[in-house]
């Protein structure tokens, strides 16, 4: 079964600094996707970003880019130029290709620090 | 834009009480899907919907049962609440199953459950 971690329950930043999040996963399959979500104190989930396993480029999404290690199964979040609105609970995720298993890991807490 | 509409937002139940928690979407999408979420635990999948008149078992499905009500709705019943359910549910959907290729899965805002 897949499985997702995600080491640091809790991490702050100051405003206008980067951040790393880290993610790591673990399946056999060859081809998946990954994706951040965010969830802010309004519990809404939102789709940050989304990487597909068979593209080498790493995704990007203005201040958001990820650092996807396929041979590692890792999958960081890297957050440019903090801001505070970027305060909120981060999940990575793993989908397989045809959907078949959905899995979350437990969250990282971000704080963004004035 | 409504995207994705949780009925209640907060709800506290006794012990062996039901209800029905209610999910609709107004972005014409086929698939539908209810998890819970609980600390450190992150998202878990009780059930899930990939069309119309389709309804599977997800990671966490016992204690709970699911109606696709139509195209648009899609709810979720406790049918005797135990402690164990509090958490706080999430309904998603997308437009093909488990939001692939360029359609991704859009979140409710979520549906805090306690249970004394």
């Known amino acids: 079964a897949q499985t997702v971690t995600q080491s640091q329950p809790e991490m702050s930043v100051q405003e206008a600094e980067t951040v790393t999040l880290s993610c790591t996963y673990d399946t056999s399959e060859s081809n998946y996707y990954l994706f951040w979500y965010k969830q802010?104190?309004?519990r809404q989930m939102i789709l940050v970003i989304r990487q597909e396993a068979y593209k080498q480029?790493?995704?990007?999404?203005?201040?958001?880019?990820?650092?996807?290690?396929?041979?590692?199964?890792?999958f960081s979040l890297k957050i440019s130029d903090s801001q505070l609105g970027d305060t909120a609970m981060y999940f990575c995720a793993f989908m397989s290709l045809y959907g078949q298993n959905f899995v979350f890991g437990p969250g990282t807490r971000l704080s963004v620090l004035p | 834009n409504a995207g994705v509409t949780q009925t209640p937002k907060f709800q506290v139940l006794k012990t062996g009480q039901s209800m029905t928690l209610q999910c609709a979407q107004d972005m014409n999408h086929n698939s539908m899907y209810w998890y819970r979420q609980d600390p450190g635990m992150g998202l878990r999948l009780i059930y899930y919907s990939a069309s119309e008149g389709t309804t599977d078992k997800g990671e966490v499905p016992n204690g709970y049962n699911v109606s696709r009500l139509n195209k648009r709705e899609f709810s979720l019943r406790l049918e005797s609440a135990a402690p164990s359910q509090t958490s706080v549910y999430f309904c998603a959907s997308s437009a093909d199953p488990w939001g692939t290729g360029n359609q991704p899965q859009h979140f409710g805002d979520g549906t805090r459950l306690s249970i004394l």
């Not at chain 1, 995704?59 to 041979?71: C, G, L, W």
Request: charged content about 20%; proline content about 10%; aromatic content about 10%.
């Open chain 1, 40 to 42: 802010p104190p309004s």
């Open chain 1, 57 to 74: 480029q790493n995704a990007t999404e203005n201040r958001f880019s990820v650092n996807f290690q396929k041979a590692a199964k890792s």
